[in-house]
């Protein structure tokens, strides 16, 4: 399929696969899911929601909360026991898709029609075999502006890169956000689901991936797991598979994902992200070698992709800014005293 499609037919040519387990926040994950079924409505936009049922009276209002929508489809089933498991998820909703393309989303994400539109474009024209687009976390505050509201999605962007801190938490980039060939995800046999609990499993589907399309290479600093406030600051995998976000980064094309509360029960979901990395770097140690060789960061990338575009240096400063952990990330004095205190 080449050539650009109107609006319509674009989306009509993209399906969203969405885990969803309502082991922990129960009410919050209905909501959004929710919402995000009512966003989609009217655009072809088809959403596969795989959701592991536990038969709890949340995942009976799931069920009768997604009935009605176009387009939606949910495939419920008991799938698994215990931790949650989104690549098991995603693979089930795999099977129910059916159109040509197909993007990686979570439920906590605030659909934005216009860039699945603008990236799915790009992947169909030919232009990059598949997309990732970075994605900006929102404290609570910014949450509630954009869900009443208060603040469009350009007004955010606009508070973001004038440095305002209230409205978010961070930018992750790379992110799990992938438009891609449903063809892909069949060859890459999905994703690996001994990934269960959290982390991980969406780096090591993207270096699947982009190794498929021969677009990541191996350092010596590969496994790296040092974690950025900066998009450009990078290192490891996450660099290898952030000069991939570049042209969104310069286009300042960010999904919003919508806060929530971490749940007290969920330590054992996170205990297992220590495993999922060891699994990782097993799976992908042959991209650990090589000799360094110029900038060990994004920085000079970046540079010379706003140079190469036009682009002034000085609208992506908050880029730049790589502070870790200040006080400055927290939106409410409760959490600023709470960071203070530990």
Known sequence: MKGKLNAMECLSALTAIVPLDLHFRPKDIIAKAKLMAEMSQGSSLKIVFAHNDRETKFDAMLKGGLSDYKDISLVSGRFYEGVVNSSLLRNIAFAQVSTTYLVLLDV???????????YLNLVLCGEVPFAILPCLYLSLVGSKALMSGKRSIEQLLDNYFAFSRKEFLHLANPSSIVVMQSADYESLEGFNI????HGYEDFDFMIRLASLHSLVGSSPD???NATMRSPLFVQGFRRELGRLCLDALLERDFFFHVFHEKSPESNQYYSLRSDNFSNFCELHKKYSGGCRGGDPTLITAFIEKCLSSGKSIQEYSIYFENKPGHVDRYDTFRRRMKFLLK
Request: hydrophobic share 50%; net charge negative; no cysteine.
């Open 108 to 118: 906590d994400l605030w659909l934005d029609l216009g860039l699945l539109r603008k």
């Open 194 to 197: 001994e990934f269960s609990g």
């Open 222 to 224: 590969f496994f790296s």
